[in-house]
């Protein structure tokens, strides 16, 4: 049944939990979203590059911009922070990047139906396309930062490693836990309209609380635990390490994919349950 449609009366009488319907109709909506994969990249294009369209260097401003925060992190806090790391400064510049990515996704993806409410509303796309239009977008700023950890290697003498190769895997693990999650929130927050501020207000804390340009106390103490208990530690190390010459830890490996496979099972379960009902709440 589309999302567009009213609900039937099997539905009404059919408890949410146990309908079989509901989860084929979720999985076929998770089905055809992925088959517009063409549709839903452009919409994650145009949603990168419309909010800078008259601007001389458009998605350049967002390079600049990372560059910045880099630079003065590096440079104010590069001799009390990272004086005994020799890649601190591609750590904090994977760290800036690689955190605004996963801030990227979280933030707009649990908007994603409240943000696309008209389209919603009167076109008959499959809401999971919305979805992945919020990944495309976080992908095509990723790739707009890269070039702030090139140019970070400058300052490394070690320079490029072999690890590299274990980044884009590690990326691929993130973006699998992070749509879960995303699925989730976006199913919830047309019925509880207080959670993108709340997402907003943690990421900001979250930034402070994860490891983006301090480094972890090897030898205990309170960064450590933070760290160890902290999610988004275990994310960000997940797709930093490779770039530091380390490869990725199968501690934090199992964690991502954990948090992952948890993630879309709550995000497939809520989404099936809310996704006839989310038109009617924007």
Known sequence: MSFTQPISDSDKVEPASMSPRRFAGAYEDLREGLGRWRLAMWLGWRDAVLPMRRAKIGLFWVTIQSGLWVLVIAGLLGQSLGASEPFYPVYVAAGVVFFQFMTSMITDGAATFIRDASLIQNIPNPLSLYVLRVVFKALILLAAQMPIIAIAYVFVP?????????????????????????????????????????????????????????????????????AAWNPLAHFLSLVRDPFIGAVPSVHSTAIVIGCGVVMWIIGFYSFSRTRTLVAMYL
């Open 158 to 226: 070690e320079g490029l490693t072999w690890t590299l190769v274990w980044a884009a895997p590690a990326l691929i693990c993130v973006i699998f836990s992070l749509t879960g999650l995303i699925l989730f929130l976006a199913s919830i927050t047309p019925l509880y309209r207080d959670i993108p501020y709340m997402i907003a207000a943690g990421m900001r804390v979250m930034f402070f609380a994860t490891p983006v340009f301090w480094l972890v106390d090897t030898q205990g103490g309170l960064r450590q635990t933070v």
